[in-house]
C-alpha cells in the first residue's frame, strides 16, 4: 500500500519532532533546521511546488541559486542544503519519498583564504631583532627564525628536527613532513649562521643525549607552547603590529621565493606539497602585490584631479 506524503507543515512538524524527542539535538539546532526549511517551504509555494512528488535535485538547484542571489555565501547555502538533505532522508525513511533529491546537491566551494605573509621589511626587522637578552634562549630562537624563514619549514617539522638531519656542511636539512614523506631542502648563510652560534651553547640546555636541535629549558624537544610563546615575545621585541607564528613566516618565504623566481614548480617541491595546486595559491598574493603596484605607478591606473 502506497504511503501518502503529508503536507509540508505536517512533515516538517514532525520532522522537527524527530530531532527534538529522539535526536535529542539541542533546541538552537532544531531552531536553525525549522529556519532553513520554513524559507524552502515557502520559496516552494511561491513556485507552485506544494507536494514531495514534486520535488528532484533540479528544484534543490533551483533554490540554490535563488539563495545565490540573494547573496547568501557558501556557508549559509551549505547548511541550507545541510537541513534539506536531513529533512528529505526522514521522508525516505517515513516513505514519502522514493529518493533523497538533495543528495546530490553541494553548495560551491568557500574561497580559500590567501596566506596571511609578512612584508619583507617585516621579515627582515623579525629576523634581526636586537636579541631580548644575550642568552643561549636567544640564540635557539634567532636561529628558529631564521631557519623558518630560510626554509619555508612548517611548525611540525621544526620541532621533529635533529641534529643528524643537516648534512655535513650545513648547506641542507632533511625535512620529515606530511605524510612521513622527506625531503631536503637548503639552509640559506645567514640561517647557516644562526645555527651554528646555536650549536656551540646547545650543550647549555640539551640533557644529555638528547638528538633534537631545538630544545626547550628542561633539556627536551621544544614544545609548540614555548615557541608560540617565544615568536610572541620577538615579535614585539622587533615591533611587527602582526603574530608572528612558523605558518606566517612559511608563507613569506614562499611567497618572497616566488616574487623573484617566478619557479613554481621549485617552490612546492621547497614547501613539500603533493599538488602543484595548493602551491598555486601563492600566485593569487603575488598577483595582488603587483595589482597594488600597478594602481599606484600606471599613469593609466591613477584618476585624473578635478
Same mark, same amino acid.
Given at each position: 500500500?502506497?504511503?501518502?506524503?503529508? @503536507?509540508? &507543515?505536517?512533515?516538517?512538524?514532525?520532522?522537527?519532532?524527530?530531532?527534538?524527542?529522539?535526536?535529542?539535538?539541542?533546541? &538552537?539546532?532544531?531552531?536553525?533546521?525549522?529556519?532553513?526549511?520554513?524559507?524552502?517551504?515557502?520559496?516552494?509555494?511561491?513556485?507552485?511546488?506544494?507536494?514531495?512528488?514534486?520535488? +528532484?535535485?533540479?528544484?534543490?538547484?533551483?533554490?540554490?541559486?535563488?539563495?545565490?542571489?540573494?547573496?547568501?555565501?557558501?556557508? $549559509?547555502?551549505?547548511?541550507?542544503?545541510?537541513?534539506?538533505?536531513?529533512?528529505?532522508?526522514?521522508?525516505? +525513511?517515513? @516513505?514519502?519519498?522514493?529518493?533523497?533529491?538533495?543528495?546530490?546537491?553541494?553548495?560551491? *566551494?568557500?574561497?580559500?583564504?590567501?596566506?596571511?605573509?609578512?612584508?619583507?621589511?617585516?621579515?627582515?626587522?623579525? !629576523?634581526?631583532?636586537?636579541?631580548?637578552?644575550?642568552?643561549?634562549?636567544?640564540?635557539?630562537?634567532?636561529?628558529?627564525?631564521?631557519?623558518?624563514?630560510?626554509?619555508?619549514?612548517?611548525?611540525?617539522?621544526?620541532?621533529?628536527?635533529?641534529?643528524?638531519?643537516?648534512?655535513? +656542511?650545513?648547506?641542507?636539512?632533511?625535512?620529515?613532513?606530511?605524510?612521513? *614523506?622527506?625531503?631536503?631542502?637548503?639552509?640559506?648563510?645567514?640561517?647557516?649562521?644562526?645555527?651554528?652560534?646555536?650549536?656551540?651553547?646547545?650543550?647549555?640546555?640539551?640533557?644529555?643525549?638528547? &638528538?633534537?636541535?631545538?630544545?626547550?629549558?628542561?633539556?627536551?624537544?621544544?614544545?609548540?607552547?614555548?615557541?608560540?610563546?617565544?615568536?610572541?615575545?620577538?615579535?614585539?621585541?622587533?615591533?611587527?603590529?602582526?603574530?608572528?607564528?612558523?605558518?606566517?613566516?612559511?608563507?613569506?618565504?614562499?611567497?618572497?621565493?616566488?616574487?623573484?623566481?617566478?619557479?613554481?614548480?621549485? !617552490?612546492?617541491?621547497?614547501?613539500?606539497?603533493?599538488?602543484?595546486?595548493?602551491?598555486?595559491?601563492? $600566485?593569487?598574493?603575488?598577483?595582488?602585490?603587483?595589482?597594488?603596484?600597478?594602481?599606484?605607478?600606471?599613469?593609466?591606473? *591613477?584618476? *585624473?584631479? $578635478?
Amino acid at each position: 500500500m502506497k504511503v501518502v506524503a503529508p @503536507g509540508f &507543515a505536517e512533515a516538517l512538524s514532525r520532522f522537527l519532532d524527530h530531532l527534538r524527542f529522539e535526536r535529542r539535538l539541542s533546541p &538552537a539546532t532544531v531552531a536553525g533546521r525549522r529556519r532553513d526549511l520554513t524559507s524552502f517551504i515557502e520559496w516552494s509555494e511561491s513556485v507552485r511546488i506544494g507536494a514531495f512528488d514534486r520535488i +528532484d535535485s533540479q528544484t534543490i538547484r533551483s533554490y540554490a541559486g535563488r539563495l545565490r542571489r540573494d547573496g547568501r555565501d557558501p556557508a $549559509t547555502l551549505e547548511r541550507h542544503l545541510s537541513s534539506l538533505r536531513s529533512w528529505f532522508g526522514f521522508a525516505l +525513511d517515513s @516513505g514519502w519519498i522514493r529518493h533523497n533529491p538533495a543528495i546530490e546537491v553541494r553548495a560551491p *566551494k568557500k574561497p580559500r583564504p590567501l596566506p596571511k605573509t609578512l612584508s619583507r621589511e617585516q621579515a627582515q626587522r623579525a !629576523v634581526e631583532a636586537p636579541a631580548m637578552e644575550d642568552s643561549v634562549e636567544a640564540r635557539r630562537d634567532r636561529a628558529i627564525l631564521e631557519l623558518l624563514y630560510s626554509s619555508g619549514l612548517r611548525r611540525a617539522e621544526l620541532l621533529n628536527l635533529s641534529c643528524n638531519d643537516f648534512a655535513a +656542511d650545513g648547506h641542507e636539512v632533511r625535512v620529515t613532513g606530511k605524510g612521513s *614523506k622527506q625531503r631536503v631542502v637548503p639552509i640559506g648563510t645567514l640561517a647557516r649562521e644562526a645555527i651554528a652560534e646555536w650549536m656551540r651553547v646547545r650543550a647549555n640546555l640539551a640533557a644529555p643525549g638528547e &638528538a633534537a636541535l631545538f630544545v626547550g629549558n628542561n633539556g627536551a624537544r621544544l614544545s609548540a607552547s614555548t615557541l608560540a610563546h617565544r615568536l610572541h615575545l620577538w615579535a614585539r621585541r622587533s615591533g611587527l603590529e602582526t603574530r608572528l607564528h612558523p605558518h606566517r613566516l612559511r608563507h613569506s618565504f614562499a611567497t618572497h621565493l616566488l616574487e623573484e623566481s617566478s619557479d613554481l614548480r621549485a !617552490v612546492q617541491e621547497l614547501l613539500g606539497h603533493a599538488r602543484l595546486t595548493t602551491t598555486q595559491i601563492y $600566485t593569487h598574493v603575488d598577483f595582488q602585490r603587483l595589482a597594488g603596484v600597478y594602481d599606484s605607478a600606471h599613469p593609466r591606473a *591613477k584618476r *585624473k584631479s $578635478t
